[in-house]
């Protein structure tokens, strides 16, 4: 079946680091991809998705690109803030069919950043 | 809008009792969904709906009953908790595919069985 793999955390980072997030998933055919963000104490908020190989999605600085060759999403920022401390969330939709609904998530990834 | 809401925000029952997790949009939205987080699993999908009157099962639905009887509303039924099922329950809703459109979240109840 379907499965979304993200790198082991916790990830501690100091303010205006470099953050990557690992993201691997096993599908069939063309899956959308997805990253949702959870602040301390509310839901999942969507932060970014891509629905086609190579598309590349951008929110609040944060970026990831879909690459079906290494069926991989990982999720990049150039410089984070404290306010980015939150669990992160890769999660994948598979591809037509009755699918409707069925995302699947990664274990998630928590990050703590420093002043 | 009030966006999606969840009542209790937090609850304690006994094992073999019953409650009803509510779940409500103000968005007209058709989707409505179901899921629990736990440690290190992430969210699982517990059951569906696509509209009034349509409900399905999703990955881990055993325990849990819904209906949707109307638009706004999606309750999730534990008939007979058990401590297996102590966990932070999500309800989310959407307007269509959630491959389309945004999925919402509500901000979540945090159940525990003893």
């Known amino acids: 079946g379907d499965s979304v793999t993200q790198m082991e955390g916790p990830v501690t980072l100091s303010e205006e680091a470099f953050l990557t997030i690992n993201c691997t998933y096993t599908?069939?055919?063309?899956?959308?991809l997805f990253w949702y963000v959870q602040y301390p104490g509310e839901g999942l908020q969507l932060l970014l998705k891509?629905?086609?190989?190579?598309d590349k999605g951008s929110n609040k600085g944060f970026e990831a690109t879909y690459r079906k060759e290494t069926t991989s999403f990982h999720l990049e920022k150039g410089s984070v803030q404290v306010s980015d401390s939150a669990v992160y969330f890769c999660a994948l939709l598979p591809y037509g069919g009755t699918s409707y609904g069925k995302l699947t998530f990664g274990q998630g990834t928590i990050l703590t950043v420093h002043p | 809008n009030a966006g999606v809401t969840q009542t209790p925000k937090f609850q304690v029952l006994k094992t073999g009792q019953s409650m009803t997790l509510q779940c409500a949009q103000d968005?007209?939205?058709?989707?409505m969904s179901w899921y629990r987080q736990d440690p290190g699993m992430g969210l699982r999908l517990i059951h569906y709906?696509?509209?009034?009157?349509?409900?399905d099962q999703g990955e881990v639905p055993n325990g849990y009953n819904v209906s949707r009887s109307t638009t706004e509303d999606f309750p999730l039924r534990l008939l007979s908790a058990a401590p297996s099922q102590t966990s932070v329950y999500f309800c989310?809703?959407?307007?269509?595919?959630?491959?389309?459109?945004?999925?919402?979240f509500g901000p979540g109840t945090r159940l525990t069985v003893l």
């Open positions: 891509a629905t086609k190989a190579d």
């Open positions: 599908a069939t055919g063309y899956p959308s």
């Open positions: 968005m007209n939205h058709e989707y």
């Open positions: 989310a809703s959407s307007l269509g595919q959630p491959s389309t459109d945004t999925q919402y």
């Open positions: 709906s696509v509209g009034a009157g349509i409900t």
